[in-house]
């Protein structure tokens, strides 16, 4: 696929892979297209744009635009664009699912498509809810999993797993969750930007099937169905305490200039 890049658009120099996106979601509205270009340009300047796979930024308000991965906007699953199954209300402050039967799958299978012990993944969610059982990513066996427990009773609110869980209570759950990998040993769970628990668990595989988001995918069946307004999400290499720090920045900038922000 090709595309027509305009370097100058709407007044502001863009880089090319953040028109790219644009140009593959049909998106033309200036403050969207601010809000990315300079999303692209701030991850680019803070290193975390090259230790990305899969980056969500859930914009347009549609499942036209929301489908797209910013880091390579193809519509083809080997692009990882999302395809959204069940209950989904779209709008532009991102994709929410109805907690009972949405799910997007990525189409990305974390044991080919990311690194045993250098990955990360998260989401921005702008919903507070901490109630019932409520996980994000893949699971092969209780021991081989790459989920997010957004609340897990009882009383978990934020609990991240790369094979072994870390555990965070009493925390409320809107903001970017974040969780990196960086070593066999090395395993940190993060919410806006700041470090809040760890683990030095090894892990021996990453889970064989594809990761979701609004659910887990367990074996191919999803399950523990999120209600959460997703406005981010993203899969990548491992990103060190100061870069979960700048990614924390970058998006949380980004979320202001669209006036949704947590």
């Not at 993944?121 to 790459?146: D, F, H």
Request: charged fraction near 10%; charge should be positive.
């Amino acid at each position: 696929m090709s595309f027509i890049v305009n370097p100058y658009w709407y007044g502001t120099t863009c880089d090319v892979e953040a028109v790219a996106f644009l140009t593959a979601a049909g998106i033309t509205d200036p403050t969207i297209t601010s809000a990315i270009c300079t999303l692209v340009s701030s991850m680019k300047s803070n290193g975390t744009w090259a230790k990305m796979t899969a980056i969500y930024p859930f914009v347009g308000g549609t499942a036209s635009t929301h489908k797209f991965n910013l880091k390579n906007p193809l519509d083809t699953n080997a692009a990882f664009r999302l395809v959204f199954t069940g209950g989904w209300t779209h709008s532009a402050n991102g994709a929410l699912p109805n907690g009972t039967n949405a799910f997007a799958n990525t189409f990305l299978i974390p044991s080919t498509g990311l690194a045993l012990n250098d990955h990360s993944y998260g989401i921005y969610s702008r919903t507070n809810n901490i109630t019932g059982n409520r996980i994000y990513g893949a699971l092969t066996s209780a021991t081989i999993a790459l989920q997010h427990n957004i609340v897990l009773p009882p009383g978990i609110q934020a609990g991240f797993q790369s094979g072994n869980t870390v555990a965070v209570y009493n925390i409320n759950t809107l903001s970017l969750f974040t969780a990196s990998r960086t070593g066999s040993t090395t395993f940190r769970g993060f919410r806006a930007g700041v470090f809040i628990a760890s683990n030095a668990v090894a892990m021996t595989t990453l889970p064989t099937v594809n990761f979701y988001f609004g659910a887990r995918n367990n074996v191919g069946t999803a399950d523990f169905f999120s209600p959460h307004q997703l406005a981010f999400g993203f899969l990548g290499a491992g990103l060190s305490d100061v870069e979960a720090a700048a990614l924390y920045t970058s998006v949380q900038a980004f979320q202001t200039t669209l006036s949704r922000q947590v």
